[in-house]
């Protein structure tokens, strides 16, 4: 499994980005997506998972503004945040697991400028 995330950049503090993550390879054997966050210094955070019913849990100081969704037809997750903060800057990166493994994407920064 391969995956690819997108959708980083410079975001005003109170700003809304979605980010998108694109799986492929064998991906029949995913049960969860994740994405998950890192600062300098920090162990990754977990921020949203959702699983192939659909069901979305959501983890950290992020939960209550974050939204993950996933397109099946096109092997993609997505998480939207909202009211961004300068605390939410970091590296955001998507995962997939299946009963054995994780598989991490590549990460994408999002700076939140105040």
């Known amino acids: 499994v391969q995956l690819q995330a997108s959708g980083g950049g410079l975001v005003q503090a109170g700003g809304s980005p979605r980010l998108s993550c694109a799986a492929s390879?064998?991906?029949?054997?995913?049960?969860?997506m994740n994405w998950y966050r890192q600062t300098p210094g920090n162990q990754r955070e977990k921020v949203a998972t959702?699983?192939?019913?659909?069901?979305?849990y959501y983890e950290g100081s992020a939960k209550g503004r974050a939204a993950i969704s996933r397109d099946t037809a096109n092997n993609r997750w997505y998480l939207a945040m909202n009211n961004l903060k300068p605390e939410d800057t970091a590296v955001y990166y998507c995962?997939?697991?299946?009963?054995?493994?994780?598989?991490w994407g590549q990460g994408t920064l999002v700076t939140v400028s105040s």
């Open positions: 390879g064998n991906i029949d054997i995913i049960i969860y």
């Open positions: 959702i699983d192939t019913h659909d069901s979305a």
């Open positions: 995962s997939a697991r299946s009963r054995d493994r994780r598989f």
